[in-house]
């Protein structure tokens, strides 16, 4: 007799879909679809109607949050009837809530436009309280839009009757445990300060000129690469840091300073790291130079 399978109800706040169609190219959906029956997603057709779920008892095991949220009706309005009403109706059937992507984490960019009444689940932003100031069953999955992988790998997990371990923003600690710099290719140019002038180049380091996020951001996006294949760095592009309580910043592309010094890393001293900055910054790199020639050239 084969396993039971989990039950997922799908529902979206305020939201682009950008993280609906992340989960839609996950690439082994037919070994996901073995283990989990999809109750709703707006996207998807559906056996039953959505009316005939809210007006349902019945528990179901997953509660998938896409988008920002807000208890004001007139910046949230769906499905013919309160969307608190609809939210608090599923959220209490639901054995764990999943929160996927920035913006059900935090607020995201929907934040930014009324930071007063629109959040995330459990944070406005940094600032813990949200949509509801306390539940203990939820799990945040913040990203821009999230990573398949890191949305099914939770889920089977907790299939599996497996404890996921949470941060302080109630992030796996399996896949936010890491900083986007761990693994990043750059790294050398990194510790040289070796310095990408260009977008898009494939040698140098994107922190200074470009405001690269990779050494403050926890994510592991350069361990388990997009479609298998590629990284924002990888590509040439900047982190921006869409995993973090302030994302998106205002100036996603520009280094944030103090007194012309840059923001230091995730867990080294301001004053070791930019001792050891002034160190590195005065050696010259023949090697790391010429190819970063090579290739402006």
Not at 11 to 27: A, D, I, K
Not at 245 to 255: C, I, Q, S, V, W
């Amino acid at each position: 007799m084969p396993p039971k399978k989990s039950t997922i109800v799908w529902l979206q706040g305020l939201t682009c879909n950008g993280n609906s169609h992340s989960f839609f190219n996950y690439p082994q959906m037919p070994s996901f679809a073995a283990s989990f029956d999809m109750l709703y997603h707006p996207l998807l057709g559906g056996e039953g109607s959505f009316e005939t779920l809210l007006d349902g008892t019945s528990s179901f095991d997953f509660l998938i949050l896409e988008g920002a949220l807000s208890q004001d009706e007139s910046i949230l309005q769906k499905f013919n009837r309160p969307f608190s009403q609809v939210l608090n109706n599923l959220s209490s059937r639901a054995k764990t809530i999943v929160c996927a992507g920035s913006c059900a984490s935090f607020g995201g960019i929907f934040r930014l436009r009324d930071p007063e009444r629109i959040s995330g689940a459990l944070f406005r932003g940094k600032e813990a309280g949200g949509y509801w100031n306390i539940k203990h069953n939820v799990i945040n999955l913040p990203g821009c839009p999230v990573h398949p992988r890191w949305l099914v790998d939770t889920l089977l997990l907790l299939h599996q009757g497996e404890k996921v371990f949470l941060d302080t923003y109630l992030r796996p600690k399996e896949i936010y445990g890491y900083l986007v710099h761990h693994g990043c290719l750059r790294n050398e140019y990194f510790e040289w300060k070796v310095d990408s002038k260009q977008l898009g180049q494939k040698e140098g380091c994107l922190f200074y000129e470009h405001g690269c996020q990779g050494p403050m951001s926890h994510a592991n996006c350069n361990k388990i690469l997009w479609n298998e294949v590629s990284s924002k760095t990888r590509a040439g592009s900047p982190c921006l840091g869409c995993t973090e309580f302030d994302f998106p910043r205002r100036a996603l592309y520009e280094t944030q300073t103090n007194m012309s010094l840059p923001q230091t890393p995730v867990g080294i001293s301001k004053r070791a790291y930019y001792s050891l900055a002034g160190v590195a910054k005065s050696f010259k790199i023949e090697r790391l130079e010429r190819k970063l020639i090579d290739e402006n050239n």
